[in-house]
């Protein structure tokens, strides 16, 4: 990765986002000052003052939402030999996409009024839909210990591959009662594991922060979250349910928003 | 002597989000001062439209990373104003007790991560782990205690989890409580140990009076609840904030400027500490003693010891609300109340670590809002921000650029900017002031 002997240099950037996934990091604690003594951080300009002119490492943050993003993620891209997707803002889009749902023009109006000048802004995306990443760390805010197994991977070559099963089988070994059960929806069924169901552990429900396993099965979802569902095993549940599937489509939107446009666009060819 | 520069900073570092300072100076004279943000603008209170109540709440911590449970608060205040929604006594308490860990967590994180390396003359606190490992371990140790009582009330500080319309959807498990308390007393040793270190720093010596802004409570310290009130006089209920607080676009800046009394005024810690002295807990009072901080004080660059008598105050704080959760017990019936949705509007008003916050919405029939304003701390400040630059520039004009520029820099982080809260915060191609 670098010359040897010379540790990795390190960067982090952020694109339009919250910033929480940088902090997450930083709640690495004294890992993280373990970690010091493997690489050198160049560049962390929430944490450090200070710019680099090269990294090998980039961890970036949040979603492209200005045409002038493009360029810069396309030239990170270019400096580093590894890029991280730091957070569900920089590897899904997150609730940034919300916004696409509305015309650019309302948008402005509503938030700035008419008195606004031309603004910078297209559709948000993830940075994942602009260049490649050689790792992904997904969540809002980003997955601590999956934070720390990617930086592991990074620095001993490894590849990390995400993990692809149900957030239901995090929560059924935390023993959480099935917020099915309780006659909520729930995303639990199809969202991408990792967070070990923290927040169905806390009495919510899942909103689908880490975005959709490869090949979930969306219809089939919508159904039986909905009052319409006629699935045998979910009967008892169904009873409670009062919710039409505008009301799901609605929840899966929140998080998930620019991968639903591109199974409603693939769906429409 | 600078006669003649042109000091652009793009991007500081060292503060949440984007923002950059210009100094324009001509023949010795200062032309031009000002802090512009550039943070790419993300549309909460657009897209925050048709969505359920339980959504518009979850998505309102998604604001911030640092103050989340604050926007989450604030959110749900204003949520439960609409529907009428009462909350019990205990759901109060457990709410009060995140803001401390929330204020707790944020401030040191600015204390030592964001501000204390320009004292230590270091680019990042992590720099200094090689020669003095205790202090990063001191702040490392602190955040996480801050970390860990955000996480029993509320499952983790960014983003919280665990706090709804009407309460929590969660029974508390008091057990945890015990080591809890231990651990935030034994804070209090590192409280003061971090007024020493801050006493050995040379803090810039500028005054500049201003009009501080605040939530006031007449039994305690208000960081949950309270009133608006002004050093200027006024007291004023949070539903009427529109009255009082206008935002304005300026032609030249790239953000909307709030007024209340003046064109311009400051909110955050030192704002607080300034109206609500009387409140502060007895270890907080001996802490600001400790660092010389007496109020009314009119130095900008004490907001960071502020932040640091603020701590002291949440520590004692935490540990008393704490006592009081025990001694009531947990009861799981008070956790959740219920929520009725109904067509209405209402404000919720917080103190987030940086300032007051302002969220107010407006729900249809079913619960999903129709409309959302959001008014933001670092928003408000940056009037103020501004006005303290122009008046503190002109006895610095003398170093050279790169001594202005960073001193310039010094004083937007006592701020403590938060940027990415700023959703009105936008740029304009307006241009620049004759």
Redesign the interface.
């Known amino acids: 990765m670098t010359d040897k002997g010379q540790k990795p240099r390190i960067a982090f950037f952020d694109?339009?986002?919250?910033?929480?996934?940088?902090?997450?990091v930083?709640?690495l604690?004294?890992k993280?000052?373990d970690l010091?003594q493997h690489v050198e951080?160049v560049e962390?300009?929430?944490?450090?003052?200070?710019k680099a002119d090269s990294h090998d490492i980039a961890f970036c943050e949040?979603s492209i939402?200005?045409e002038a993003?493009v360029q810069r993620i396309k030239t990170i891209r270019n400096t580093a030999n590894t890029v991280v997707g730091l957070g569900s803002c920089a590897c899904i889009g997150?609730?940034?996409a919300?916004?696409n749902?509305?015309p650019m023009e309302?948008?402005?109006k509503?938030?700035?009024?008419s008195?606004?000048?031309?603004?910078?802004?297209i559709p948000a995306r993830p940075i994942t839909s602009v260049v490649n990443v050689d790792y992904r760390i997904l969540g809002?805010?980003a997955s601590l210990p999956e934070i720390d197994r990617v930086i592991k991977c990074i620095l001993t070559g490894q590849e990390y591959p995400l993990p692809n099963q149900p957030v239901c089988v995090e929560c059924k070994l935390n023993d959480t009662l099935c917020v099915l059960e309780k006659g909520e929806v729930c995303l639990g069924p199809v969202t991408r594991c990792g967070c070990n169901a923290?927040?169905t552990?806390?009495?919510?429900a899942c909103?689908g922060c880490r975005g959709l396993m490869d090949e979930a099965n969306l219809m089939a979802a919508v159904k039986v979250l909905t009052a319409e569902q006629l699935h045998p095993i979910m009967e008892v549940v169904a009873r409670r349910y009062d919710v039409g599937q505008d009301?799901v489509r609605?929840?899966f939107t929140?998080y998930n928003t620019p991968d639903l446009q591109l199974k409603e666009e693939s769906e429409q060819t | 002597m600078t006669d003649s520069a042109h000091i652009q900073v793009h991007h500081v570092t060292r503060v949440e989000g984007h923002g950059d300072i210009t100094v324009r100076i001509q023949d010795g004279t200062l032309e031009e001062v000002r802090f512009s943000v550039v943070e790419a603008p993300r549309f909460f209170e657009a897209f925050l439209r048709d969505r359920d109540y339980a959504e518009v709440t979850h998505l309102a911590s998604r604001i911030c990373g640092i103050c989340a449970v604050s926007h989450r608060g604030a959110a749900l205040k204003a949520t439960e104003a609409a529907f009428g929604t009462k909350i019990s006594d205990q759901s109060f308490l457990l709410r009060r007790l995140a803001f401390h860990g929330e204020v707790l967590s944020s401030h040191i994180l600015h204390i030592y991560f964001l501000a204390a390396p320009d004292y230590l003359g270091v680019p990042s606190l992590l720099h200094l782990a090689e020669k003095d490992r205790d202090t990063v371990l001191r702040a490392m140790r602190l955040k996480q205690t801050a970390y860990d009582l955000c996480q029993w009330v509320v499952g983790r500080h960014t983003h919280p989890v665990a706090m709804n319309v009407g309460g929590f959807p969660f029974v508390h498990d008091a057990k945890p409580l015990g080591p809890l308390r231990e651990r935030l007393e034994k804070s209090m040793a590192d409280i003061r140990d971090t007024v020493s270190l801050f006493n050995t720093f040379s803090i810039p010596e500028f005054e500049r009076e201003t009009e501080y802004v605040s939530l006031s409570h007449p039994e305690h310290y208000a960081l949950y609840d309270g009133n608006v009130v002004s050093s200027d006089g006024q007291r004023i209920s949070p539903d009427q904030y529109r009255d009082f607080i206008e935002e304005y676009p300026v032609s030249y800046s790239t953000a909307k400027y709030a007024r209340f009394n003046r064109p311009e005024y400051m909110v955050g810690a030192l704002a607080r500490v300034n109206n609500n002295f009387e409140h502060l807990s007895p270890f907080a009072q001996e802490v600001a003693d400790l660092a010389a901080l007496r109020a009314p004080c009119f130095n900008p660059f004490m907001n960071t010891t502020a932040q640091i008598v603020e701590c002291a105050h949440c520590l004692e704080e935490s540990i008393q609300i704490i006592d009081q959760l025990v001694e009531r017990n947990i009861r799981a019936e008070e956790e959740q109340a219920e929520v009725i949705p109904r067509a209405g509007r209402g404000v919720g008003a917080v103190e987030a670590p940086r300032g007051t916050l302002f969220h107010e919405y407006a729900y249809d029939v079913n619960g999903a809002c129709t409309s959302a304003n959001l008014v933001i701390p670092t928003a408000q400040n940056l009037g103020n921000l501004e006005a303290d630059m122009r008046a503190y520039a002109p006895g610095i004009v003398y170093q050279d650029e790169k001594a202005i520029a960073h001193a310039l820099e010094m004083l937007v982080r006592a701020y403590d900017p938060c940027i990415s809260c700023s959703t009105h915060v936008i740029k304009t191609t307006g241009s620049t002031p004759s």
């Open positions: 694109f339009a986002c919250c910033e929480g996934c940088q902090l997450t930083l709640q604690e004294e993280l000052l010091l951080v962390w300009r929430e944490a450090m003052s200070g949040g939402t200005r993003d997150c609730h940034n919300l916004k749902r509305w309302d948008v402005v509503v938030v700035y009024g008195e606004a000048g031309q603004l910078d802004s809002c805010p923290i927040c552990a806390y009495g919510d909103h009301q609605q929840w929140m």
